[in-house]
């Protein structure tokens, strides 16, 4: 054995020379390259991971997106429903001022008038056009309007007396000096002006109880100067009489709180109706005529539904 190992001179397992017949060369493979066979399968993972994860990423924002579209859907139909109702509200005040515009802003052709001329009048907004005839002026117009209104009447001038007794007896020895106004009715003593007069002046008083008492003037020709009588049942009953003659009458206010009617274009209100202590004091007045026409002294008694009113007075005219 010891010859063996002196003249080989060497390790007993020397490997073979390369590209030698005698035996084959032992590969030893490398660290890196064993690690790096095997990272390959992880990477592998990795990248499978994320693409599942870029996907379900990409599925997930769709979703939102999905949802933060449809909150807006919502949104802007709920803004248009507000913006509908807002213009519903406003439409008719937008066409009722256009209309109110439209009749301020009409011109006016200002043309030289004659008998038979036209005036044309057209609307700018429209442009309607309405045709006048020159005749029909508004200050004609006016001027009739004026004319149908009664003056203004000035306020009576009243008193009382307490010789209620004296004044009693010496008109129950008239004629036409006493009279019963029964209950519920009115009765008008009609007393036109006469033309030898400038002044009304009428003296009244009652038995135990009060009546209603005020002056009217019927603007009116006077065709006799005898005095009337006119009784009605009860005020509405009166102012239904009247308006057989003329038209558009109203109605006669309450006597316990003064009548403010304005019985018609041609009647004017003197002194309104009034419940008078007639009873305990003589009632006098006087008024200067305003014109030719008929004085309406009214005694009501319309408001009592169980007495009747023995009523006692004098009316006359004084130059």
């Given at each position: 054995?010891?010859?063996?190992?002196?003249?080989?001179?060497?390790?007993?397992?020397?490997?073979?020379?390369?590209g030698?017949?005698?035996?084959?060369?032992?590969?030893?493979?490398?660290e890196?390259?064993?690690?790096?066979?095997?990272?390959?399968?992880?990477?592998?993972?990795?990248?499978?991971?994320?693409?599942?994860?870029?996907?379900?990423?990409?599925?997930?924002?769709?979703l939102?997106?999905?949802?933060?579209?449809?909150?807006?859907?919502e949104?802007?139909?709920?803004?248009?429903?507000?913006?509908?109702?807002?213009?519903?509200?406003?439409?008719?005040?937008q066409?009722q001022?256009?209309?109110e515009e439209?009749v301020?802003?009409?011109?006016?052709?200002?043309?030289?008038?004659?008998?038979?001329?036209?005036?044309?009048?057209?609307?700018?907004h429209?442009?309607?056009?309405?045709?006048?005839?020159?005749?029909l002026?508004?200050?004609?117009l006016?001027?009739?309007q004026?004319?149908?209104?009664?003056?203004?009447?000035?306020?009576p001038?009243?008193?009382?007396?307490?010789?209620?007794?004296?004044?009693?007896?010496?008109?129950?020895?008239?004629?036409?000096?006493?009279?019963?106004?029964?209950?519920?009715e009115?009765?008008?003593?009609?007393?036109?002006?006469?033309?030898?007069?400038?002044?009304?002046?009428?003296?009244?008083?009652?038995?135990?109880?009060?009546i209603?008492?005020?002056?009217?003037?019927?603007?009116t020709?006077?065709?006799?100067?005898?005095?009337?009588?006119?009784?009605?049942?009860?005020?509405?009953?009166?102012?239904?009489?009247?308006?057989?003659?003329?038209?558009?009458?109203?109605?006669?206010?309450d006597?316990?709180?003064?009548?403010?009617?304005?019985l018609?274009?041609r009647?004017?209100?003197?002194?309104?109706?009034?419940?008078?202590?007639?009873?305990?004091?003589?009632?006098?007045?006087?008024?200067?005529?305003?014109?030719?026409?008929?004085?309406?002294?009214?005694f009501?008694?319309?408001?009592?539904?169980?007495?009747?009113?023995?009523?006692?007075?004098?009316?006359?005219?004084?130059s």
């Open positions: 054995m010891s010859d063996v190992l002196a003249a080989g001179g060497g390790s007993c397992f020397e490997p073979p020379a390369a030698s017949p005698g035996g084959a060369a032992l590969r030893v493979p490398a890196n390259e064993d690690s790096g066979q095997k990272m390959e399968p992880a990477d592998q993972l990795i990248d499978s991971l994320e693409s599942k994860t870029s996907q379900s990423g990409s599925q997930i924002g769709l939102m997106s999905a949802g933060v579209t449809e909150d807006l859907k949104a802007a139909s709920t803004l248009e429903d507000q913006e509908v109702a807002e213009l519903d509200e406003k439409l008719p005040d066409i001022s256009l209309k439209a301020v802003r009409i011109t006016n052709y200002h043309v030289p008038q004659g008998a038979g001329d036209i005036v044309m009048i057209q609307s700018d429209t442009g309607a056009v309405d045709i006048l005839s020159a005749e002026e508004t200050a004609d006016l001027g009739e004026r004319k149908a209104q009664p003056p203004p009447l000035a306020p001038t009243l008193w009382t007396t307490e010789k209620t007794k004296e004044f009693k007896a010496k008109m129950g020895k008239e004629k036409n000096g006493r009279m019963v106004v029964k209950r519920g009115v009765v008008t003593v009609r007393v036109p002006t006469h033309p030898d007069g400038k002044c009304i002046c009428w003296e009244f008083a009652t038995d135990d109880y009060d209603g008492f005020g002056v009217y003037f019927d603007w020709t006077v065709t006799s100067t005898a005095i009337t009588v006119q009784v009605s049942e009860s005020s509405d009953e009166e102012d239904e009489e009247e308006e057989e003659e003329i038209e558009g009458l109203a109605p006669v206010g006597v316990e709180r003064g009548s403010k009617s304005y018609r274009n009647y004017g209100e003197i002194m309104p109706v009034y419940r008078r202590n007639s009873h305990r004091e003589v009632q006098a007045g006087s008024h200067e005529y305003p014109g030719e026409g008929i004085y309406l002294l009214k009501d008694n319309s408001y009592s539904l169980l007495r009747n009113k023995t009523l006692f007075f004098h009316v006359y005219y004084t």
